[in-house]
């Protein structure tokens, strides 16, 4: 849906597009080829982030299955237990096992569903630095204290033992750089490798101090609340999105992991015809111009004012052609019009100066979240050192992966990344442990194979 609306400055018409990330919403129908080139692209786009999730989520399920394969500290129940999981106690009965690991679910669901509020609250009163803080905390714990109880394990594994100084200075380092990575500045890939290895290390955290069956009843309950919380008009995440979006913001980098560096929006600066004069007024309604609250929608930033020229910038979304304006609306001065999309790779061979702050980001986004519960299920399923059910459940929750970014490509929209992966990797953990495992022994030790 496009609309043409008159500046603020009363110069000539300024076409915008109302669009969503990801959507291609075109008035102009009279270019089929170009049409054509734009789902060639999105093809291309969706076929190569699907394998820059795999890899990523890949690599943390392997560090989970390589540390409980060889470090003995995170696949040895020592009576300790989290605060959340109050129903411990040692006995026999099935049913009585069962009902007690609803219970430590549904009481953990609780801490998560009220941490979830509350960080909803936070951010819808843009109390920011609170939850920053909040964020830095946890960050700090994870790549200092956790990991200091990591490489501990691991030095005592493989027996190796380096001085102290040589590991303050390391563990020191690594917490550091990890912290300006996450919370402020730092290469994409290096801010890749502390998400993946903190969602390591949090879902090892989770195998130790979670009793037996309590953690395959935790993936069932928390992969229906990622449902109720995404999918329903009043859920909690699905507000969460919907407002960074309506606010332009991107979600906070400590609890997303990106697949690529190039936002759906590309800051393009417009240089207006530097001999013509405005007044005060004129200009101080141009530079209040903001993007709508729709999340996809144009609009001005405040621009650079100079003597003699006037910059604004114009966020643009790309994968979307904008309607021509009238023959009369053309013939204006002042009209400022973008045919086609611009990807960002063309961007250094255009006219158009690129603005100081302009950062690229683009990509499919996967919480840390998924990764932890991923990276659980796959590496208490190894804890028993069962390699058909390791394999049988990587291959299920990569197909589950796979499945979500085809209904993301379909529906695009955010949408849950655990339902179908988790409850995928269970029936294949249930039945390959419970009937292919069995059934696979019995045929071997009756030597009906050679």
Avoid at 309 to 332: F, G, L, M, S, Y
Avoid at 400 to 427: N, Q, Y
Wanted: glycine share 6%; net charge neutral; charged share 15%.
């Amino acid at each position: 849906m496009s609309s043409n609306r008159d500046p603020p400055d009363g110069g000539g018409t300024v076409n915008e597009t109302h669009t969503t990330y990801g959507t291609n919403l075109i008035s102009n129908r009279s270019r089929p080829e170009e049409e054509n080139q734009v789902e060639e692209a999105e093809l291309k786009y969706g076929a190569s982030h699907v394998i820059h999730l795999f890899v990523p989520v890949s690599l943390c399920m392997a560090l989970v299955v390589f540390t409980m394969n060889t470090i003995t500290f995170y696949s040895q129940n020592n009576g300790r237990h989290l605060l959340y999981t109050p129903f411990v106690k040692e006995t026999d009965s099935i049913v009585e096992k069962g009902l007690m690991s609803l219970g430590n679910a549904l009481v953990m669901l609780c801490v998560v569903v009220f941490m979830t509020v509350l960080l909803i609250v936070f951010y819808k009163y843009k109390f920011y630095k609170l939850i920053h803080g909040w964020l830095i905390i946890s960050s700090f714990l994870l790549l200092f204290l956790f990991t200091t109880i990591y490489v501990q394990e691991v030095l005592k594994s493989f027996d190796v033992s380096p001085s102290a100084v040589t590991i303050l200075f390391a563990l020191g380092n690594y917490g550091v750089l990890g912290m300006m990575c996450i919370h402020w500045k730092g290469p994409l890939r290096l801010q890749q490798f502390y998400l993946i290895t903190m969602s390591a290390l949090m879902a090892l955290v989770f195998i130790k101090y979670l009793p037996e069956w309590t953690v395959w009843f935790v993936l069932f309950v928390i992969s229906v609340w990622d449902l109720v919380a995404v999918l329903t008009p009043k859920g909690p995440l699905r507000y969460l999105v919907e407002t960074a979006q309506e606010r332009n913001e991107p979600i906070f980098p400590a609890l997303i992991y990106s697949s690529g560096v190039l936002y759906p929006y590309v800051l393009v600066t417009a240089l207006e015809n530097p001999g013509e004069s405005r007044t005060t007024s004129e200009q101080s309604a141009t530079t209040e111009a903001t993007p709508s609250t729709s999340a996809g929608n144009t609009g001005f930033a405040p621009g650079l004012q100079s003597d003699s020229k006037r910059t604004a910038v114009k966020r643009i979304p790309q994968k979307v052609q904008v309607e021509e304006a009238p023959p009369a609306a053309r013939n204006q001065p002042d009209n400022v019009r973008i045919e086609r999309r611009t990807p960002a790779a063309q961007l250094e061979q255009l006219n158009y100066p690129r603005h100081d702050d302009y950062q690229e980001e683009r990509g499919v986004k996967l919480g840390l979240g998924d990764f932890i519960f991923y990276s659980v299920l796959l590496g208490k399923a190894s804890s028993y050192f069962d390699w058909n059910t390791t394999i049988a459940c990587y291959v299920a929750i990569l197909i589950g992966l796979c499945f979500t970014l085809v209904l993301l490509a379909v529906f695009k929209r955010a949408l849950p990344a655990l339902p179908i992966s988790i409850f995928s990797g269970l029936i294949f953990y249930f039945c390959t442990r419970w009937i292919i495992t069995p059934f696979v022994t019995f045929v071997s030790q009756n030597s009906f194979l050679y």
